[in-house]
């Protein structure tokens, strides 16, 4: 089987999105079939998942407000991320779900376009960031996706940024999905893989992704590789290359993370010693 047919079996209308743009279907055509994207975009919430979503909208708001004001960053990479700007295009940016919340703080108020699920989750999360300056495309990759992919591709072409938790939704943790590969292909931007690390954070041990969120006042650092690009002409092998490219370069940033915070941490236990004397 085929790394396109592999895909198609996951998500068969996210398979298509970049054959409708290689065949030169137009956006409007595919709006005709369903003007409103009530089959795909809305979801009916009871009351009191409403009241739930409406709480953890403003508790996130806050918590990413007033946390990340405190946080002090060391980044690594920036060249990388200068690189990627002078190629000329548009950037996809693609990181680890867990990272969602300090991520958010980092790079607010740059207007970039982010997948967010259509779920419970989906729903806050995307109010959330948009009061941060984002913008949302509700779909995954399985619910919803084509329509979010084609909706990141119009953006995309409009100068805006992109950014995909590649193991989202749901996914395994730390395993990247396509998404950002296909995104690449049917637009010609760069992805650009980032990771970010807080010295201290507390875990959600009972999500799937375990969650960070970092201590306030804590250090956090972010490791930004070189920009990777995919021809707008390849192929299934290609695709596949690609993605463990993607793939590859997160892992190597997280080694790296890992290494920082040992650091951190070294650093910490010697302050403490120092004090105690």
Known sequence: MSYTDRMAERSPKLAGVVAEQESGRTQDEHAREDPTGASENRRTFTPWQRVQIFVATWIGYFAVLLIGRTLRWEVEGWDNFEAA???????IYAFWHCEIFSATWFWRRRGIVVMTSQN???????????KHGYGAARGSSSRGGARALVEMVRSIRKGRLAAFTVDGPRGPRHVAKPGAVLLA????APILCF?????????????????????PFSRAAIFIAPPISVNQDAGDEEQARKLREVQASLNELGRRGEEWKAEQQIKRQNSKSKTQK
Do not use: C, M, N
């Open 185 to 188: 292909k049917a637009t010609g």
């Open 120 to 130: 419970f989750d989906g729903e806050y999360i995307g109010r959330i960031i948009r």
């Open 85 to 91: 700007l002078q190629l000329g295009k548009s950037l």
């Open 195 to 215: 990771h970010i690390v807080p010295a201290r954070a507390w875990a959600l041990r009972k999500s799937w992704d375990r969650t960070e969120i970092p201590h």
